[in-house]
């Protein structure tokens, strides 16, 4: 920030999950000089879970977030089952897959039709009072339908398993408590023709509209960077285990096969004063030079297949707009995002053919037998990581977590930056200019660490401040 | 030997010989509740929860301690008894940290089962935190000081039931903690012969077995009332 320049606020940034602020820095002749995302809230699981038994931790760690509870209860499970130092019965690994599909299902219909699909369908510069869900539900009924009864769907798998939609505390070191009943079985059985229908849809959609938002999609986070998440051993697309695959802006894939429990050859962690979300980047390039993405839009690019026939034409069609690089625009996080889901649905339908899943045998039980573990899956926003340090009991002395939405962020900040560059041009700023700042965001669909759901009913307020400090304009969002 | 009749809530009931007012109230179908108390176990007075008005006494009484006496007359259930109840709990609340969401005995916890019925909706008292330890060294129980509300079953079963007073209370008041032989570690206290009779009194999640994730851990405290009865009765001598 120039010495005499201005710094504008975005705060607090709508429809994603948490709370978080945007500010950006002009300078004195009104151009974007620097622009920040600053996540505004402290959790501090990593702290006040020291001293807890490892048992409690899966439980503990899932309150993190209501949206993506799963994804962390899974990831603290995997790091417990690493310092049992079992192999959990594989009825229990199936188990752990439908339920992070069914995560994923509604977490990504979530994203899309509830928090992005009032910009996408009704307009960056609509009205703001009804650019939200319930604005939608007016203008697309059809479509806001749609979108909560898939959500609803991948919501009744985490509740057919767990015992219920938010915070089950089903998963535990050594596998899960229990196998899907009969009755659970066929009833998901019988809503997987509308899922995939609602899923199919929702991409054809996306097809038609995106068209119309080709500046977005060059503005709002186009750049390259890294890639990196899950792959299988033979390089397909995976969501709950597998290895660690790194890929360039050229689609050069320059780590592979990495143990996720080596984790740290690859990732480092920065620290700023103005944000609580730590930046991890590629160890080996540096930072900030080592930033990556993770997450759907990074998973699409890593693999070399989908498991399931639809998504996998879909996925071929959506590498094919970047021809044969990697597709580097943050704006079509969505689009992947969608193609997961189908891949999603398509996979659960073949799992819960599977006898396994009725099967009694889905807990093994062992002491403590290594004193640290790691546990890695893909949550919907990208990778994420549990690393624990026990004592010889079992109690923590150590946590890290290094979750998708912070991995994500330095690209979040480059987005903002790129956005705001390309948008803000002199002292008068349009509401609908600042969206799309806000829009370049809610494409990664953070997490940050929420409890609390964010979405158009928020009040915004920007701020324009004078080199002295005074207010220069004003605009207020009720 | 002659029953005694007394007053409960307006009502005239007839209590056994020798029972308290808790246990006439039992007797009778009314309930008071309580935690520190358990059937089987001596009784020590120690959560005043179950406090009840006595006419002529200016006083609260504690029903579980309180001889049950010809023509008492009783109210279990007034707005007085009601807002101590509720600062009771919430003190309860306040001193520790119990946290149900995260607690290996959320659904299965008797505090939490007298809050629900108290209706309590929050907590009144600035929360304490204070920094407790927990206790995994036993193989097969760990005792979460964050969860213990000394209501000291645990010593009770231990000394009157097992007969290895493995447990006992040290310190006071804020710093009263329940301990296992001389303050050692659990699992170095070689007076416990594992039965696990503790984890079943417990009432909170304190006492909890090695292993349990969220809300697994069910106590039985069932199982301290049978044994008890059967002994009692002699059932197992010959």
Known sequence: MTKKGRILTIDPVT???GHAKITLHLDDDGQVADARFHVTEFRGFEKFCEGRPLWEMPGITGRICGICPVSHLLASAKAGDDILAVAIPPAADKLRRLMNLGQIIQSHALSFFHLSAPDLL????????????????????????????????????????????????WAVPGGVRAPLSEESRERLKARLPEALRIAEEALELFRKISGRFSEEADALGNFPSLFLGLVTRDGGWEHYDGVLRVMDAEGAIIADQVDPREYRTLIAEAVEPWS????????????PDGAYRVGPLARLNLCERMPTPLAEEARREFRRTAGDKPVTSSFFYHYARLVEIIASVETAATLLDDPDLLSSHVRAEAGINRTSGVGVSEAPRGTLFHDYQVDEHGLILKVNLIIATGQNNLAMNRTVLQAARHYIRNRKIPEGFLNRIEAGVRAFDPCLSCSTHAFGQMPLQVVLFGPEGETLDERTRE | MKVTTLTINGELVSASPGATVLEAARENGIRIPTLCALEGLSTVGACRLCLVEVKGSPRLQPACVTAADEGMEVSTDTDRLRRYRSMILELLFAERNHVCPVCVANGHCELQDRARQAGMDHVRLPYQHPDLPVDITHARFGVDHNRCILCTRCIRVCDELEGAHTWDLAGRGTNARVITDLNQPWGDAVSCTSCGKCAEACPTG????????????????DRIRFISAARARKEWSP
């Open chain 1, 15 to 17: 429809r994603l999950e």
């Open chain 1, 122 to 169: 009704l307009g960056m510069d609509s009205d703001p009072a009804k650019r939200n869900v319930f604005g939608l539900m007016a203008a697309e009924p059809k479509i806001a339908r749609d979108g909560i009864r898939l959500r609803q769907f991948g919501q009744e798998v985490i509740e057919a398993l767990g015992g219920k939609k938010i915070h089950p505390s």
């Open chain 1, 276 to 287: 609580y979300l730590k930046f991890p980047y590629y160890r080996k390039h540096g930072y």
């Open chain 2, 206 to 221: 304190a006492i909890f077995k090695q292993g349990s994730t969220v809300g697994e851990m069910e106590h039985r405290s």
